[in-house]
C-alpha cells in the first residue's frame, strides 16, 4: 500500500474512533450497560486466555492485543493525541507501519461499535452470564461483522510480526520515547512500543495468533448454532460462583 493510501486510511479510522467517543454518555443507563458489558468482556478474555497470559512468551502479547485493542480498555485520550501528530509520524514512519496503526483504530472502532449494539440488548440485565451474553449476540446478530473483526485480528497480528523483523523501524520507536513525552503523545509511543515489544518477544512463534483465531472462531460458530454456553470448552460455565470440575 501507498504512504498516501495507509495515512488517508489511518486517518479514516482515528476520526471513527473519536466520533464513536463522542457517542458515549457520562452517566446513565446505557453507560452503565456499556461499563459493565466491557468489564465482563476483559474478564471473559482473561478466563479464555489465561493459559497464554501464564506463559512467558505470550504474556505481553495477552496484555497489549487483548487489553489495549479488543477488551474494550478507554483509549480516547490516546486517539486525541494520535490525531495531532499524523502529519509528524508520516515523515518519520515507514508506510507499512502507518497501516498497521491504521489497522489497530479499525479494530478497535468495530469492536466498540458492537460493543454500543450489545449494551442496548443488555441495559436491563444486572449480571452477564454466557447464556444471556448468547441471546444479546444473537439478537444483534451481525455475524459479518463479526467475522471482520476476527479477519483484523488475524492480519494485524501479521502485520506486528511483519514489522518487529525491520529492526531500525522497533529501534525507531524506541527513540522517540523522549521526545513524545515531551510533546505530549506518551501515551502514543507507550502504545506503539508496548505493541512491537510484545510481538519481538513471541520471536515469531504463531501459536498466539493462531490460539486466538481457532477459540473465537469456534465460538462464534457455537452463537450461530444457538449455544448457551458458547465459551464453555474454555471456561466452563464461568462466571459461575463455584468454577466448574471441567475447567
Not at 504474556?59 to 495531532?84: I, M, N, S, T, W
Request: glycine share 6%.
Amino acid at each position: 500500500m501507498k504512504e498516501s493510501a495507509a495515512v488517508a486510511h489511518l486517518v479514516e479510522q482515528i476520526d471513527r474512533n473519536l466520533a464513536i467517543a463522542e457517542r458515549i454518555p457520562e452517566e446513565g443507563p446505557w453507560r452503565e450497560s456499556l461499563d459493565r458489558l466491557q468489564a465482563w468482556q476483559v474478564a471473559r478474555l482473561d478466563e479464555t486466555y489465561a493459559d497464554l497470559r501464564a506463559t512467558d512468551r505470550f504474556r505481553p502479547a495477552c496484555d497489549f492485543f487483548l487489553d489495549e485493542l479488543y477488551g474494550g480498555r478507554e483509549v480516547h485520550a490516546r486517539d486525541r493525541q494520535l490525531k495531532r501528530v499524523v502529519p509528524i509520524m508520516r515523515r518519520f514512519l515507514p508506510g507499512h507501519l502507518l497501516f498497521a496503526i491504521g489497522e489497530a483504530m479499525h479494530l478497535q472502532a468495530i469492536s466498540l461499535e458492537f460493543d454500543f449494539r450489545l449494551a442496548e440488548h443488555l441495559i436491563d440485565i444486572e449480571e452477564i452470564t454466557q447464556p444471556v451474553y448468547a441471546h444479546a449476540y444473537r439478537a444483534d446478530g451481525d455475524w459479518e461483522g463479526r467475522e471482520e473483526q476476527l479477519r483484523l485480528i488475524r492480519e494485524l497480528g501479521d502485520l506486528l510480526v511483519e514489522t518487529v523483523r525491520k529492526p531500525m523501524v522497533h529501534r525507531l520507536i524506541r527513540m522517540m520515547r523522549l521526545p513524545a513525552e515531551l510533546a505530549g503523545v506518551g501515551l502514543l509511543q507507550d502504545f506503539l512500543q508496548r505493541g512491537l515489544d510484545a510481538f519481538a518477544h513471541m520471536d515469531g512463534d504463531p501459536r498466539f495468533l493462531s490460539t486466538i483465531e481457532e477459540r473465537e472462531t469456534d465460538a462464534l460458530r457455537r452463537l450461530q448454532s444457538g449455544e448457551d454456553w458458547p465459551f464453555e470448552p474454555w471456561i466452563g460455565h464461568w462466571p459461575a460462583r463455584e468454577a466448574p470440575d471441567n475447567r
